[in-house]
């Protein structure tokens, strides 16, 4: 059974040493448990706070642990009732090939499902984070203006096509044309603006002629920098992630900006509003489950997945997703086909 154990904790970006690939014999389910074998593990932004000891939402994975994560696997073997060999489960097993459970976390996803793995995307926590925090924060009204960055990632690419459903506007923030393309030619989005471009600010105001209502925080940064001139009066701000912040190790250097901040949120009513989607939105999984299936099927919502073979390539990938060098959402297929 190989495995990801946390070797260190990264200070900066991690690095080929954070993680160690150890090899520990095949575990044994015993009554009341079940052998999962993992097929797919999916790699999160989130994974990044979790490899440091610094105080968060959810307790950090201990030096010599197995590296947390969503994952799609096999039961193989079962001495658990309601879990049968051959089934198909969503968990939270982990960086490794096999795990042993009781069935804790752990949610069927029936025998043949069309897409095993967008259980850990869009039909997911990406999805369903998308969903709640645009819907239930932002709160957008059709004609109004949405902003999303991370544009053609898994949450930021659902936000904005159900931001079009909804009749919104939607103006994208990517990294470089290419996905800049995909998000209007391919996800309908009305704009999509380039944040390496040096003229990123001026791009952004030009695409938004009406202000911004509300504006989808996945990034932080130099992108929040463009956005904040451009918020209307009771623009809402779903705070929902900061990746361009995950591996800083310091405040950025110049002016301190704090009351200028206040001073915004205070003379246009501007609401920011962090959310943990389990922790504040669990209780409307069926609802987003419900109406996502369908916006799927009607071939509404696209999505697009980048999945990449090996375990043994996770944590380059894992890296790699920090960087932006993701197209879509990353996926790990355990086991090569
Ligand atoms: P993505 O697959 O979109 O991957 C991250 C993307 O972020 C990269 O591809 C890159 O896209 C962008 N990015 C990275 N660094 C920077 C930077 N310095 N400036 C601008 N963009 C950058 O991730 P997800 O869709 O899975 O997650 C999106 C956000 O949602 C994350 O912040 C994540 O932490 C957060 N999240 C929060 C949850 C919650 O409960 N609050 C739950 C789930 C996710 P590009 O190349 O286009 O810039």
């Given at each position: 059974n ?9 200070i ?13 014999p095949?575990p ?18 989130y ?26 696997a096999?039961?193989?073997?079962s ?11 969503l ?13 804790t ?8 499902p ?8 869009i ?7 998308a ?7 932002g ?14 990632g ?23 044309p ?20 040096p003229d ?12 911004i ?21 009771n ?73 990449i ?17 993701n197209?879509g959402?990353?996926v790990?297929r355990?086991?090569?086909?």
């Open positions: 190989r495995q990801w154990i946390l070797a260190e904790r990264p900066g970006e991690p690095t080929d040493q954070t993680l160690k690939l150890v090899e520990s095949l044994v389910a015993g009554p009341g448990e079940m052998l999962l074998r993992i097929e797919y593990l999916s790699l999160d932004p994974m990044r706070g979790r490899m440091s000891d610094a105080p968060s939402y959810a307790p950090p994975v201990q030096i010599g642990e197995v590296m947390t994560g969503g994952t799609v096999r039961v193989i073997a001495q658990l009732d309601g879990f049968e060999v051959g089934d198909l489960v968990s939270r097993s982990g960086w490794q090939d096999y795990a042993v459970s009781d069935g976390e752990v949610a069927k996803l029936g025998k043949a069309a897409h095993p793995s967008w259980s850990l995307g039909l997911g926590m990406p999805g369903f984070t969903w709640a925090g645009l819907t239930r924060i709160e957008p009204k059709a004609g109004e203006t949405i902003a999303v960055a991370a544009a053609t898994p949450v930021g690419a659902t936000v904005g096509q159900i931001g079009k459903i909804l009749g919104c506007r939607v103006v994208g923030i990517a990294g470089g290419e996905k800049c393309a995909y998000a209007v030619e391919e996800l309908g989005f009305d704009a999509c603006i380039d944040h390496k471009s990123f600010a001026e791009l952004l105001a030009k695409a938004c002629p009406d202000g209502d509300v504006y989808y925080e996945n990034v932080g940064g130099k992108v929040l920098d463009g956005v904040l001139p451009l918020l209307n009066p623009a809402r701000v779903p705070v929902c992630g900061i990746i361009s912040q995950y591996n800083a190790t310091s405040l950025p250097e110049g002016p301190d900006r704090l009351n200028w901040l206040m001073a915004q949120i205070l003379r246009k009513k501007l609401k920011f509003q962090g959310f943990i989607i389990f922790d504040d939105f669990g209780h409307l999984y069926p609802e987003f489950a419900a109406q996502m299936s369908g916006w799927i099927e009607s071939g509404k919502i696209r999505y697009r997945e980048e999945i073979d090996g375990l043994e390539n996770a944590p380059r990938a894992f890296i790699g997703l920090l960087r932006g060098e197209f959402k990353r790990i355990v086991r090569p086909a």
